[in-house]
């Protein structure tokens, strides 16, 4: 007979995973978007490079937590300067919280000297649909396979107030140095949390 924990970590495993329409272990679905400099962004571009999608809502005080913390712009940094292309996906539909235009997005990208390798506007929502995006933030990582090999939360600490990010375990770089030290990724998936993205249905 199992233990008790580990029945209920196994439970508690299947139902996320249950919850999400792309799982860790997957080839990440390929896409094709224009970012907010007008050129066309997709995943296949990309292969054989390590690649973070980050859904994004200016809007959305989760995503706030972040970004006015500085928190979100130096991961960015720190791993774009790894060699990793990070995506910020915009996928709030006209008339939402969080739609931007790609000048109203440029300016707020050098307001925060936030550094992804591109922003990319999805108001139909298709990219976010297709992933199954349910918050902002909601964060994946694919490894140069055009595997996923993370999906989830940013971090351990699902609330608004930036104090919380001086104690938060964040999974996005833990997945992505494991995964680039050629380990299997120990916490592949967990739930993310956030405002639900605005989509237009």
Not at 2 to 9: C, E, F
Not at 16 to 38: C, L, Q, R, W
Not at 48 to 55: A, F, H, N, P, T
Not at 69 to 93: D, F, H, P, R, Y
Request: hydrophobic letters at 35%; charged letters at 20%.
């Amino acid at each position: 007979m199992r233990p008790l924990r580990l029945t209920l970590a196994i439970a508690s495993l299947a139902l996320a995973t249950a919850a999400f329409a792309v799982k860790p272990g997957e080839i990440a679905p390929d896409f094709h978007g224009t970012d907010s400099n007008g050129k066309t962004q997709s995943l296949s571009q990309y292969r054989g490079k390590y690649i973070v999608l980050e859904w994004a809502n200016q809007g959305c005080p989760y995503e706030q937590k972040h970004y006015k913390s500085g928190n979100m712009e130096a991961l960015q940094k720190q791993w774009t300067a790894k060699g990793v292309v990070w995506l910020s996906i915009i996928s709030s539909a006209p008339g939402e919280q969080g739609f931007v235009t790609p000048p109203e997005e440029n300016d707020y990208l050098s307001k925060m000297h936030a550094a992804p390798t591109a922003a990319v506007l999805d108001p139909t929502g298709a990219i976010g649909h297709l992933y199954d995006a349910k918050t902002t933030p909601h964060m994946f990582v694919i490894d140069p396979n055009g595997k996923i090999v993370y999906e989830g939360a940013i971090d351990d600490q699902p609330t608004p107030d930036p104090a919380s990010l001086k104690t938060a375990h964040n999974y996005v770089s833990e997945a992505l140095e494991e995964s680039m030290a050629g380990k299997p990724v120990q916490t592949p998936i967990t739930r993310s949390y956030g405002c639900s993205v605005k989509y237009k249905d």
